[in-house]
């Protein structure tokens, strides 16, 4: 089962890594195509209309026939970065990067007298001393809630640090980072570990099927050197015997000789060859 898991692995591995290889592939191939798009005056000409062409997406398209696919792919990714703009009325700061200025300029307009209710500045519809402080609090309750909601509830599209501040809360935080960092190096590390053991087990297997295959070996060995030893002395054996064989013979042969050649009587003649002849 293990091998067939790491086959798995590899297959899914491979599909990954062609998509990935497949996708940008198709984005560099885009780019000279909007490249064209994008050039000053470049439009339809007397030859594409020969052609049967009459709109800029059709000539794109006959130059390449996946441009629709990979412009709606890679062609209209969003800006979710875009760049501060500088507010000329304030000199030290970008707009949007910067929220303090705005709450200390709102501040400074609750707290200015000269910006409260024109209705206090006339003498007949003036509100009492005891009531001006309980209607101060009551706008300033109800200005900060409304601030506090907006706060809570920002616009996604606007360059307010709010925005900065709800892009920041989904980041990754060094927290999130470390974990997954160990996470992934504690997968490496597993896999790393199951590779090592299919090797070992692997290697295992190998060397107890080399051992088998030289114990077999030498076992034949011995066998054919026992055999080629026992043809050898039976040769050897056989090789004594013809020789004395023929030492006797030859032995005989002089013995008759010797008495043949003798002046000795016949009959003693035969005896002597009888008794050579029985050896």
Not at 94 to 112: A, I, Q, R, T
Not at 225 to 235: G, I, L, M, R
Not at 251 to 271: G, H, K, V, W, Y
Request: aromatic share 6%; proline share 4%; net charge negative.
């Amino acid at each position: 089962s293990k091998p067939i898991l790491s086959h798995v692995l590899v297959l899914v591995v491979q599909h990954l890594l062609e998509d990935l290889l497949t996708q940008s592939s198709m984005a560099f191939s885009l780019w000279p195509l909007r490249s064209t798009k994008n050039k000053t005056g470049t439009g339809i000409t007397e030859e594409d209309e020969r052609k049967g062409i009459k709109l800029m997406s059709e000539k794109l398209e006959s130059m390449c026939p996946c441009y629709v696919e990979m412009d709606v792919l890679f062609g209209h990714k969003p800006n979710v970065t875009p760049i501060a703009s500088y507010d000329s009325q304030e000199k030290d700061s970008f707009n949007g990067d910067d929220d303090d200025v705005l709450l200390d300029k709102e501040n400074n307009f609750l707290d200015s007298p000269h910006n409260l209710d024109p209705l206090l500045n006339n003498d007949d519809n003036l509100v009492p001393v005891e009531n001006l402080q309980d209607d101060l609090k009551s706008k300033s309750i109800t200005h900060s809630t409304q601030k506090r909601n907006q706060a809570m509830t920002p616009n996604l599209n606007d360059k307010s640090g709010s925005r900065k501040r709800l892009l920041d809360m989904f980041a990754p935080t060094y927290e999130n980072l470390l974990e997954s960092q160990n996470r992934a190096r504690e997968i490496s590390d597993n896999a790393r570990l199951e590779w090592d053991r299919e090797r070992w087990n692997e290697e295992k297997v190998c060397n107890m099927e080399k051992q088998w295959f030289e114990e077999v070996k030498l076992q034949k060995q011995m066998e054919f050197d026992e055999k080629q030893h026992a043809k050898k002395h039976e040769f050897e054996k056989e090789k004594w015997n013809r020789e004395f064989e023929l030492e006797e013979k030859q032995f005989q042969m002089d013995l008759t000789i010797a008495a043949l050649s003798s002046s000795r009587p016949i009959a003693e003649l035969e005896q002597i060859l009888t008794l050579i002849n029985k050896k």
